[in-house]
């Protein structure tokens, strides 16, 4: 811990990164791999009735997209539904997959074309139509390689006359009706899954069923084998399917659970057909998000919650203790010592009186993070792929933060006062006697601690963030309780800040001295800039910090000097104001294109398609997820990854790098952080290049790395067969 407080105290600003960012136009070759449509069972709706509506994805020869649980590699699509007001998804029903080799791997997906189908309710009451329906569709498609893509689909469909039920499309009817044939029907037989000694066998008690072409596909991407062979045998007692265990499961664990769909090919008197039932319970999907005025909801086509809280109150828990370890994070630190030390000059005032700042900074920090939280979902209703820190991914935000923290700073330093207090822009909201001062503590901190992710609180937010409105807002408040905390309950012990050193001279020395680490979280704040913006933005972003100082240095000159000297003073601070907007826009018109991570010391920058060619090589991969505002991944990287112990260990055990920069928003890093439960950054994964994935610690430490290696299965790699 000393050798790294330097580095935190360097690492010292938090923010996160990049709006949307222009994709660049796609080879010809990937154009048109998918045609996607918006379709309806119904030719009208009526109220209260519910609709079938479906998404019909048609891929090229060759390609395939992925079922819910995609198998070895890949990712499932995902259907963002934008629906008038009082309307609702439900979840999507998923067609039976099929089994698709690529080399090594098993993928579970649907070749040639598939109908995803949602129901959609009608409210009790509708206006004259037409009735709008739209969604937009993200998926992974691939052949030997993988191209991301998304559409934006819409229709409308009138309103059906009062007293009549809606009648089917006939335009579409025949499409709904094969995809009926395609969905798994509940199975009429007792299922069960027994343990042959390390061996699974899955027993469907249909006594002499005539089933060849048998496939058994897990709800769990973490249960089996995906490529193993599954080998059916039928019986007197029924039909029998030796299955292989997934190599993250230990010798002594149970046997897997027999939730899933099985699909098989059955002769009839009429000849061979094939069937397809849903075995167990299947698991439940994400909620959709509600809400009102046009509605946005965002209904997750995959079904996967992380492991690390299966529960509402253990995500609240987790956020809590992630939120308690925010104010020890460098970006935090700062603003909470200076509050710390405005509460030494209050200590003389009444109990309650003191109380009340603790309150006040405790309903600051809330307030922030149910804001954040809420336009979190409602963007990501509306379909946009962001995460935990998204609104400053942008380098305006990014910008001002930067220039709020310089004029703190400042402050501090002496170079200007407002009124005879220590105060600039955020330190004045954050340093003033009143309770509005604590209350703005509390959003400054809350908005310094968005990029940060503490240990426990990756899954947490995650989790919230798949589970609807109501969980993810109490998640985030359990996050906001849990940085609150602290300050508040030394606000609301009075006796403790009596043995704190009384006023004085020191406490001029002592608030110089913490203008240091902000003005290092400003030089880091433009550190990240650089990655944002090109070099005619990050010029402008300097520029910016002289106009900063230019106009807290004529404020403080115009408070000293006479009444025309001080006019003259307030036409000079609004012109380096009107000149700092005009910089600003500057800085927005020269964004950087997608950060591209050049390949050093065998590490390669990460994209699906490198990744599912290394895993059909059979080769171990290690995926490191990671942004240039991310202080963890910061930290881990040069205290852990970069160490010469965990390099050579890496290269000793054949294990590829791959290294995916989240500082400007990438849709594809996105979708791999919400396939793995997460909504930011760090985010690690170990490949053992036979179908299983590890998801490390997202401290990271050289035992953990080397105990991981460790545990890869023997024999994989390229050089493993080596003589």
Not at 605 to 623: I, K
Request: contains cysteine; hydrophobic residues 50%.
């Amino acid at each position: 811990m000393p050798r790294l407080a330097p580095l935190l105290a360097l690492l010292a600003s938090c923010l996160t990164a990049g709006a949307a960012t222009a994709q660049g136009l796609r080879p010809a070759k990937y154009a048109d791999l998918v045609r996607a449509e918006l379709i309806t069972q119904e030719g009208a709706v009526a109220p209260g009735a519910t609709l079938t509506a479906g998404v019909r994805l048609t891929m090229k020869p060759g390609w395939h997209v992925y079922w819910r649980n995609p198998g070895d590699s890949g990712l499932p699509p995902e259907i963002a539904w934008s629906l008038p007001t009082g309307f609702s998804a439900g979840s999507v029903a998923w067609p039976a997959p099929e089994r698709i080799p690529v080399g090594d791997l098993m993928n579970f997906g649907y070749e040639g074309e598939v109908l995803l189908t949602v129901p959609v309710t009608a409210p009790g009451t509708l206006g004259p139509g037409p009735v709008p329906l739209k969604a937009k569709v993200s998926y992974l498609v691939c052949e030997r390689e993988c191209v991301p893509g998304e559409a934006a689909l819409s229709t409308s469909l009138p309103v059906a006359p009062a007293g009549t039920s809606p009648r089917p499309d006939p335009r579409t009817a025949a499409l709904f009706a094969q995809a009926r044939e395609r969905l798994p029907a509940p199975a009429p037989w007792p299922v069960r899954m027994v343990q042959d000694g390390a061996t699974p066998v899955l027993t469907v008690e249909a006594p002499d069923l005539g089933a060849r072409d048998v496939a058994f596909f897990p709800y769990s991407e973490t249960a089996l084998e995906h490529a193993a062979a599954q080998v059916a045998t039928s019986d007197a007692t029924g039909l029998h399917l030796r299955l292989q265990r997934s190599s993250q499961a230990g010798a002594d664990a149970p046997a897997p659970r027999a939730d899933g769909v099985l699909t098989f090919t059955e002769e009839t008197g009429s000849g061979p057909v094939r069937r397809a039932y849903a075995l167990g319970e299947e698991a439940p999907a994400p909620a959709s998000a509600a809400s009102a005025a046009p509605v946005t909801a965002t209904v997750p086509v995959a079904a996967t919650a992380p492991v690390e809280a299966e529960g509402l109150w253990q995500a609240a828990f987790l956020a809590f203790l992630g939120g308690l370890l925010l104010n020890l994070m460098p970006c935090v630190f700062p603003v909470l010592s200076i509050k710390v030390l405005s509460l030494v000059r209050h200590s003389g005032e009444s109990s309650g009186r003191v109380r009340l700042h603790g309150l006040a900074y405790a309903v600051g920090v809330l307030a922030t993070f149910l804001s954040l939280a809420g336009l979190l979902i409602a963007l990501r209703a509306g379909g946009a792929q962001i995460g935990w820190g998204f609104q400053l991914q942008s380098p305006l935000v990014v910008a001002g933060l930067a220039y709020g923290l310089f004029a703190m700073g400042l402050s501090l330093s002496g170079v200007w006062h407002l009124g005879g207090r220590a105060a600039s822009l955020g330190d004045g909201l954050t340093r003033r006697a009143g309770l509005e001062g604590s209350f703005f503590t509390g959003v400054l901190a809350t908005v310094v601690a968005t990029p940060c992710t503490a240990p426990f609180m990756g899954a947490a937010v995650g989790y919230g963030l798949t589970q609807g409105a109501a969980v993810a807002l109490t998640v985030f408040a359990a996050l906001g309780l849990g940085l609150a905390l602290p300050f508040a309950l030394l606000a609301a012990w009075p006796a403790g800040l009596r043995r704190l050193p009384r006023p004085g001279a020191w406490m001029e020395t002592l608030k110089g001295l913490l203008a240091f680490p902000l003005y290092l979280t400003v030089a880091w704040l433009v550190w990240v800039l650089s990655q944002q913006v090109g070099p005619t933005g990050l010029m402008a972003a300097l520029t910016g910090l002289v106009l900063v100082a230019f106009c807290t240095w004529t404020i403080e000159r115009g408070r000293m000097a006479g009444p025309l000297a001080r006019r003259g003073a307030h036409v000079a601070v609004l012109l380096g104001l009107l000149g700092l907007a005009g910089l600003l826009a500057a800085l927005d018109q020269d964004r950087a294109g997608p950060v591209a991570v050049a390949s050093v010391d065998g590490i390669e920058p990460f994209s699906q398609t490198r990744l599912d060619a290394l895993l059909a090589e059979r080769r171990p991969v290690f995926v490191n997820m990671t942004a240039a505002w991310c202080i963890t991944c910061q930290v881990n990287d040069r205290a852990t990854l970069r160490a010469a112990p965990v390099r050579a260990a890496f290269k000793a055990h054949d294990v590829a790098q791959l290294k995916g920069d989240w500082t400007n928003q990438n849709p594809e890093i996105t979708r791999v952080l919400e396939a793995n439960g997460r909504s930011g950054v760090p985010l690690y994964l170990l490949y053992d290049g036979r179908g299983g994935v590890a998801v490390l610690p997202q401290i990271l430490t050289e035992a953990t790395i080397r105990d991981a290696l460790a545990a890869l299965p023997a024999g994989t790699g390229p050089r493993a067969a080596l003589p």
